[in-house]
């Protein structure tokens, strides 16, 4: 029976194991109460630009991952209560002092009968990026419309413009003085109307 234990135990240590390593998402053990790696995964070690082997056995205070380390200590204080962290922003610097932005979920675990964290994290730098990409083409789109209904209506304005000033050059006589002024307002609508068109374009 105890053999057939330590069998169980095993395959279900090896089961965690692969599931840990292969798993998709950045994934770490931590040490209570130092926070320090256990293990890690190639995906955690890929997102902070470090070895796996340059990760386990330090802390993330040593690598200097956490850019916000306060906020994270919290997270370990709810987890060494054996509560569940979900889904929380954090943002780490990378080797390379790049900042990435992380959705980090932290679970109590335990091994060999002490408490850990099981860390999963969510990396979604480049899903950021494109949200304020989208979110400043949005602006530009919003700005864009709102010149081109101003253009239109000072279109307008200026069509009224150079109407009534033809209507009064013809009206007038061909030597009398107030066609220079006349021609002058027309010349300026007809100036303002093709930099209109160059605002529309």
Known sequence: ????????????????????????????????????????????????????????????????LWENPG???????????QEVVRDREANIRDQSGAVRELLVSLSPVALDGKPHALLLALDVSERTLLERQLRQAQKMETIG???????????????????HA??????????????????????AAARASTLIRQLLM
Request: hydrophobic letters at 40%.
């Open 1 to 64: 029976e105890l053999a057939k234990a330590h069998q169980s135990l095993a395959m279900s240590e090896e089961r965690f194991s692969k599931a840990f390593h292969e798993n998709p998402l950045p994934s770490a053990i931590q040490s209570f109460p130092d926070q320090r790696f256990v293990d890690v995964n190639q995906c955690l070690a890929q997102v902070t630009g470090y070895k796996r082997e340059d990760i386990i056995g330090r802390t993330p205070a040593e690598l200097f």
């Open 71 to 81: 906020v994270a200590d919290k997270w370990y204080e709810a987890v060494l209560q």
């Open 145 to 163: 419309q709102l010149a081109a209904g101003v253009a239109h209506d000072f279109n307008n304005i200026l069509t009224v413009i150079q109407g």
């Open 166 to 187: 033809g209507l009064m050059q013809h009206r007038l006589p061909a030597g009398d003085a107030q066609n220079k002024s006349l021609q002058e307002i027309t010349n």
